[in-house]
């Protein structure tokens, strides 16, 4: 299983990201998938998941604002991030859960500032 974030950066706040994750090792498009965030000095939060089907959970600090999708063409779960705040600075990475095992990437970089 191989788990690659991309598409994170410097924004302002109000700003916008759309982070990916592009997956491997696995049959993609049988598997919920998941987006975590942790920040400088805090443990690491889910903040957004979808499932094989389709449906989606938002962690509260993020609803409205944070949009997960995913295409098993291309084997890529999304997180639309929207009106970006400072609090949202973290390094966020997604999950992969199978068999018992969690699998993670290595995170993309996400931090918001004036």
């Known amino acids: 299983v191989q788990l690659v974030e991309s598409g994170g950066g410097l924004v302002q706040p109000g700003g916008s990201l759309r982070l990916s994750c592009a997956a491997s090792g696995f049959t993609f498009s049988r598997y919920g998938m998941s987006w975590y965030r942790q920040a400088p000095g805090k443990e690491r939060e889910l903040v957004a998941a979808i499932g094989s089907g389709g449906s989606t959970y938002y962690a509260d600090s993020v609803k409205g604002r944070f949009t997960i999708s995913r295409d098993n063409v291309k084997n890529t779960v999304y997180l639309q991030i929207d009106s970006l705040k400072p609090e949202d600075t973290a390094v966020y990475y997604c999950?992969?859960?199978?068999?018992?095992?969690?699998?993670w990437g290595k995170g993309t970089q996400v931090t918001v500032s004036s």
């Open positions: 999950k992969h859960s199978m068999f018992g095992s969690d699998y």
